[in-house]
């Protein structure tokens, strides 16, 4: 099974969700999900969501997480089947672009880091609004990768390596940025949407968010940058941490729409 660009492991994810813990909870009161409810998770991954939604829906509703990788499926169920929720969380290996379920059967749905992979995200966006019931409410959460910044003396590097990223290294690296307009254009109600920082002060953390040696090793090859620039952009970064002053920032969106 070919993965899309930006394909990231499950350790990654792991690592990633605790790192946006607060934000994932944010995507579950957005979704407003209460006990009895069917909810839809798409882009599952291992299973870190669907196991949260599962507490707050409990036994008598329901709980289904979608992954394109059967691999990320696999790690879902024994997570499922090792938390004791098995009975109400089911995952399903799927094209995001063709949803396996009626028109109007979930509650509400959600989505998060997702879109950023996605090369037709209107169609994605459509199929979560079809299995939404009307007056049910679609959730997406996802990062706008060209706001990221970091503060160091080798800008014209920063903002080569920031633009390789977003634009060659993912499907929809401004996918933050796109989705107002495009619950907008899907036709959504009560369409909102929040704006949320996120910055750090750890190279290292950093350096995994952006999968820093994937994406060094990739703008070598390319030509996008040379070798004694990178030497030079990872001095001054190692220089920055060293001394307590390395910072690097950036946002995610959450955009809320409801079903007509």
Known sequence: MDMPKGYVDPEYLQAMGKFLGSLKERTYSSMQAKAGDKVLDVGCGPGIDTIALSRIVGSTGQVFGVDYDNGMITKSEQHAQKEGVSAWVKH??????????????????????????????????NEMTRVTKVGGTVVVLD??????????????????????????????????????????????????????????????????????????????????????????????????????????????????????
């Open 92 to 125: 399903k290996q799927a094209d995001a672009s063709s949803l396996p379920f009626d028109t109007g059967y979930f509650n509400s749905c959600r989505s998060e880091r997702l879109f950023q992979h996605l090369l037709n995200p209107a169609m994605t966006l």
């Open 143 to 260: 990062t706008d990768w060209g706001a990221i910044s970091t503060d160091t003396n080798e800008i014209d590097i920063e903002r080569k390596l920031n633009r390789f990223y977003t634009e060659q290294m993912l499907n929809n690296g401004f996918s933050g940025r796109q989705l107002y307009r495009l619950f907008k254009k899907q036709g959504l109600g009560n369409v909102s949407f929040e704006v949320f920082p996120l910055s750090t002060t750890n190279y290292a953390l950093s350096r995994q968010i952006i999968d820093m040696d994937k994406l060094e090793k990739e703008a070598i090859a390319k030509n996008i940058i040379t070798e004694d620039e990178l030497l030079r952009y990872q001095t001054d970064s190692e220089q920055a941490d060293a001394e307590g002053v390395y910072f690097s920032h950036g946002s995610m969106i959450l955009v809320t729409g409801q079903k007509k």
